[in-house]
């Protein structure tokens, strides 16, 4: 069966360091999204790519960044650990050819803990 | 900036009874998306709901959108133990991409 998953799903780092979580599509979806959740925050936007070699920023992009060399990967990279990206990290998927039509598609999450 | 409200953020209540979570939105979107997700873990799609008027129902839950309101409506008939989970609503912003913009969530606890 197709599924999202992502990788680690745990991680607890340092601040300052360089973090890269994975997520890996099977579905074949154009679209990926990657999402932090936060308390009384709902999800928000970090990233999003429609497409191999597109990526775009969201709503809470600054401090993080993504690469889309193929279609079922979209790594999302702290570049510099700081408390405040203490999360949950939600990466998501969508099939259409039209950006945000179809519903999108969630991986499990991995819970990052910035000390 | 682009709102998405839902009401009430908590709520508790008994087996049987019914109830309504709002979800208010502050942009122009025909689109509008229900999740549900059981603690710690990953969100489910419940309804996607694509024109205005649209009503989709699956068991004891019904979606509805009105969006001259910029309004949509979760109701709850006859709650279970099961349907205790945070829902949220989420809309697309057609000036910023079409990017998803999630409500804050409600905390639904339905108690025997």
């Known amino acids: 069966d197709a599924e999202i998953t992502q990788s680690p799903r745990h991680k607890i780092t340092e601040t300052g360091r360089q973090v890269t979580l994975a997520c890996h599509q099977t579905w074949n979806h154009n679209n990926m999204f990657w999402y932090r959740q936060d308390l009384g925050h709902g999800l928000r936007l970090i990233h999003y790519s429609y497409g191999v070699q597109d990526t775009n920023k969201g709503e809470v992009s600054d401090g993080y960044s993504v690469s889309r060399s193929n279609t079922e990967d979209l790594p999302l990279t702290l570049e510099s650990a700081a408390s405040s990206q203490t999360s949950v990290y939600f990466c998501?998927?969508?099939?259409?050819?039209?950006?945000?039509?179809?519903?999108?598609?969630f991986g499990p999450g991995t819970r990052l803990t910035v000390l | 900036e682009l709102k998405v409200e839902q009401n009430p953020l908590f709520l508790s209540m008994q087996e049987g009874k019914n109830y309504t979570i709002y979800c208010n939105y502050s942009?122009?979107?025909?689109?509008l998306y229900w999740y549900r997700q059981d603690p710690g873990k990953s969100l489910e799609s419940l309804f996607v709901l694509l024109s205005n008027g649209a009503v989709k129902q699956e068991g004891r839950l019904m979606a509805s959108l009105d969006t001259k309101a910029r309004l949509s409506t979760l109701h709850i008939t006859a709650a279970v133990h099961d349907l205790s989970a945070t829902y949220f609503c989420?809309?697309?912003?057609?000036?910023?991409?079409?990017?998803?913009?999630f409500g804050t969530g409600t905390s639904l606890t339905v108690i025997p």
């Open positions: 989420a809309v697309i912003s057609y000036k910023t991409g079409n990017q998803f913009y």
């Open positions: 942009t122009t979107s025909d689109r």
């Open positions: 998501a998927s969508s099939e259409s050819p039209l950006p945000g039509y179809n519903e999108q598609f």
